[in-house]
């Protein structure tokens, strides 16, 4: 039989030598890429050595190597204030010590995906080298893994890491004892830990010096984390393959044969699945973004956050600023300008009112406003700006036309009414200037029917403090048809310009255009909020759970998901986790299945989001979209 085979062979191998021959012309191919990682060859010293006591590492390995991002990629535990040099020196791995090590600690080198082969750039996964400076290596270790607390999706590259001392303040004042990183699927072990008591943490370290500062990224346990090892007994089953013929048509099978099975026993590491919230404080930090002057009449100051306080503003002569500046022109705008501030202030706009003011291309101002120090705490800033507005390039000609049309200019009014206006939405009407004046009775909403033109009773609800946005409210019936007018001078803007007549048609879509659902929890809790998904992971609606069930109406026909979270503090939105307070974030709970819905059609689900843990509950359409809870 095994001569068969080898003449069998080497007829295949004769023709492919002779197939390969005729094809003289083709040129080399190239070959297989290198998948194969580098190979550890010799350590210097043993990886696990006792009583180290010298200052380097070498590491040889059967290949040229180079290192990727060893700033990211390289941890030593416990960390150093001054990190090693780590250096790929040819075939070598060379590390450096740049302070002295501690005596009688065990310290781990974890290498990530640092360790590449030079051509192709294949890591090595998995290094880590370990060495004690006493006469012991600490051999406990942990693992769990690691989560957005907002999305549920595995969080990354992120420092996980332990304190001996269990005072609250080791956070945010001690180096960790030891650490570790998340892996891409948010996973963790530290190896190397002694017998004993640990908080465990989990920083986005921002600032790189191993402490907690506010405004990075963090998780905490509630409880304490004793590491402890356990030996069990565990059975394998040793297995070997056959290659036979089938009786039946002759095709070659295979054949899975039971060979032996052999106890051992083995040595598992408690706990083994962690489980960590990662989450973003509401702090935020304070400081001021630029200044945008996009259009003659007005500039903008942006921040990068809410303002609890306006700033305050002093308008600079340009002598102030520059010393060969003319100041013969020169006018404070601040008595000619009116502010529009965005709903939580961190836009303020500064309409400018006199024609002066509003021909001058550069405005200087000194700003007073606070921001947030290193510390995280609040000071005042001084900032000398300028606000320039540059005139838009263009031909003689097309200027005229431009200067002509500024010159004729009305104030135009944008509407949201459609030919498939939603049951639900409301009549929106948006100017491109602030409103100085505006007249209700010149607002005028007539419902077509059989000819006829029936008035409808409409109220006005300005949406800003300029006026720039009005809604108009009225009782809307499905699929019926109105007409909008809206009288020319019905609005004028703060430099006096009117509108021109405005009249649309809008047309209200019918109760078969849409879907409803109704969502029923399994275990019924009285704080839990429903949001409703799209298929971005983005908040659509929200509801809260209702014990009958909670009924969105009028839906699109097309694919939802869900999820709920437990409004612990009752304040109608998902709460984030605070430290100093010791609360975790509020929990989020997913429906694990899509909903696509159809027209004309009410459909029901039962939601027990106690079913499965939560970790698992995000539908894979939705792994890792990362819209925060935006609505």
């Known amino acids: 039989m095994k001569l068969k085979q080898y003449i069998f062979f080497g007829g295949i191998l004769t023709t492919l030598l002779f197939a390969s021959c005729a094809n003289r012309g083709q040129g080399p191919q190239g070959g297989l890429r290198d998948s194969i990682p580098p190979v550890v060859l010799k350590e210097t010293p043993l990886n696990g050595t006792l009583n180290f006591i010298g200052k380097e590492i070498v590491v040889q390995f059967d290949e040229y190597i180079q290192l990727d991002d ?16 780590v250096k790929a020196i040819g075939k070598k791995l060379s590390v450096v010590f740049q302070e002295d090590l501690i005596d009688s600690t065990t310290y781990t080198l974890d290498f990530g995906p640092a360790i590449c082969d030079y051509n192709e750039k294949v890591p090595l996964e998995g290094y880590v080298f370990s060495f004690s400076t006493g006469d012991v290596i600490d051999s406990l ?37 030891r650490i570790t990183r998340s892996d891409s699927e948010g996973n963790f072990v530290m190896h190397n830990l002694q017998p004993g008591t640990y908080r465990i943490y989990a920083l986005d370290d921002i600032s790189r010096d191993y402490l907690y500062q506010p405004g990075e990224a963090l998780a905490f346990a509630d409880s304490l984390v004793v590491p402890y090892c356990t030996r069990e007994i565990h059975t394998d089953t040793i297995w070997y393959d056959t290659l036979g013929i089938n009786t039946l048509n002759g095709d070659t099978m295979f054949t899975r044969i039971i ?21 973003d404080e509401t702090k935020q930090r304070h400081y001021f973004q630029g200044v945008r002057r996009e259009e003659q009449h007005a500039f903008t100051l942006i921040f990068s956050t809410a303002k609890d306080s306006l700033p305050k503003i002093r308008a600079l002569r340009p002598s102030e600023v520059d010393s060969l ?64 507005y540059r005139r838009p390039r263009m031909s003689e000609k097309a200027r005229e036309s431009y200067e002509r049309n500024k010159r004729n200019r009305k104030l135009e009014l944008q509407t949201n009414a459609s030919s498939k206006f939603e049951i639900y939405d409301t009549i929106r009407v948006k100017a491109d200037f602030p409103i100085d004046s505006i007249r209700d009775d010149m607002f005028h909403l007539w419902q077509k029917k059989d000819n006829l033109l029936l008035p409808i009773t409409i109220s006005m609800e300005k949406n800003d403090s300029m006026g720039m946005e009005v809604y108009l409210l009225a009782v809307l019936q499905p699929e019926a048809n109105y007409q909008l007018k809206i009288d020319s001078a019905a609005c004028i803007d703060i430099y ?9 048609s809008l047309k209200v879509k019918s109760k078969e255009e849409y879907s409803s659902l109704t969502v029923k929890m399994t275990t019924y809790d009285s704080l839990a909020r429903i949001q ?7 908040v659509v609606r929200e509801l809260p759970a209702s014990p009958e069930g909670t009924t969105f109406e009028y839906l699109a026909p097309t694919t939802f998901y869900l999820r709920l979270y437990i409004d612990q503090n009752n304040d109608n939105e998902w709460t984030t986790g ?14 694990p299945k899509k909903l696509k819905l159809r027209a004309n059609w009410d459909f029901e689900e039962n939601f027990d989001h106690l079913a ?17 809870n935006k609505r």
């Open 532 to 538: 409703l998904l799209n298929d971005k992971d983005e």
């Open 70 to 85: 060893v700033q990211k990629n390289v941890l030593i535990s416990p960390p150093q204030q001054t990190p090693p040099e």
């Open 496 to 504: 006096g310009v009117a509108n021109d007549s405005t009249e649309v």
């Open 141 to 177: 270790s942990i693992a769990g893994r690691l989560y957005d607390a907002s999305t549920l999706n595995p969080k990354a590259g992120i420092l996980i890491g332990v304190h001996r001392n269990l005072d609250d303040s080791a956070f945010q004042t001690i180096p960790f004892t």
């Open 612 to 628: 499965i843990p939560r970790t698992n509950s995000k539908p894979k359409a939705l792994a890792g979209k990362d819209n925060k």
């Open 259 to 279: 060979d032996s099975t052999y106890t051992h026993v083995v040595t598992h590491f408690y706990p083994d699945s962690l489980i960590l919230w990662c989450f």
């Open 325 to 388: 500046a003319n100041d013969s022109a020169w006018i404070d705008f601040l008595p000619y300008s009116m502010l529009q501030a965005s709903p939580n202030k961190d836009t303020l706009t500064y309409w400018l009112t006199d024609s002066l003011v509003i021909a001058m291309d550069s405005i200087y101002f000194e700003m007073e406003h606070m921001v947030t120090d290193s510390l995280y705490n609040l000071v005042p800033q001084v900032d000398t700006l300028l606000a320039v």
């Open 578 to 591: 605070d430290w100093l307070l010791k609360r975790q974030p509020e929990p989020i709970y997913y429906f």
